[in-house]
């Protein structure tokens, strides 16, 4: 069993919907991230979370620590939201902020 | 941008051959780190280092090595490349546990 699991795989929307990424973790942790993959390829952090909640735009991550779950919602959709979103951990303990990944879940917004 | 550049882009090799893959950094970022993305099984750590001359390795460490031998250089070697290694790798950067990472814009290599 992966130690970071994400759902869905893959997602498609119409543009204007809510959208919301789920990832879960079966390991104590002191951080989560949520990571962009551009359909290029690069690479972007979008939010560093160990509690509570983080907003950014039309972006929102909130993480549970007790029940070891992450979500990150996308309000009003838009077709350059497109991307894979992965969820990745930091150990508790680690100081290096050595990182474990999620598979990704690929989302495609419909205009 | 976080000022993270990775040499080269894009490289074809042939089973055997040795590669270095660089990585440069602009921002005296202390943790530097190698990953590899294949697909699934998304983003793996290869090895990372928290210093000039201080390297550990990652989860999926086997068949490369590292060396820092300055702040901003961080190189990846396979030794003898196999066509296992074919992947995508990314190089990202950092203040350690609890701080962001930067990612590099990533090489592809092909083994064939």
């Known amino acids: 069993k992966n130690e970071v699991e994400q759902s869905p795989q893959n997602l498609t929307a119409q543009e204007g919907e809510f959208i919301t990424i789920n990832c879960s973790y079966s390991?104590?942790?002191?951080?989560l991230h949520w990571l962009q993959q551009h359909p290029g390829g690069g690479i972007v952090s979008l939010f560093m979370?160990?509690?509570g909640k983080k907003k950014h735009g039309r972006l929102i991550a909130t993480i549970n620590i007790q029940e070891k779950h992450s979500s990150l919602h996308i309000t009003a959709s838009h077709p350059r939201d497109s991307a894979v979103y992965i969820c990745a951990v930091e150990n508790y303990g680690g100081s290096q902020g050595n990182l474990i990944f999620g598979k990704g879940t690929k989302l495609s917004v419909k205009p | 941008d976080a000022g993270i550049t990775q040499s080269p882009r894009h490289k074809v090799t042939e089973t055997g051959t040795p590669v270095t893959l660089r990585c440069h950094q602009t921002?005296?970022?202390?943790?530097m780190y190698w990953y590899r993305q294949d697909p699934g099984h998304g983003l793996r750590l290869i090895h990372y280092?928290?210093?000039?001359?201080?390297?550990d390795k990652g989860e999926v460490s086997d068949g490369y090595s590292v060396s820092r031998s300055k702040t901003e250089d961080f190189l990846l070697t396979l030794e003898s490349a196999t066509s296992s290694q074919t992947s995508v790798y990314f190089c990202a950067i950092g203040g350690g546990a609890q701080e962001t990472q930067y990612f590099g814009p990533g090489t592809r290599l092909l083994v064939l």
């Open positions: 921002e005296n970022h202390r943790y």
């Open positions: 390991v104590g942790i002191s951080a």
């Open positions: 280092s928290y210093g000039v001359k201080d390297t």
């Open positions: 979370l160990s509690s």
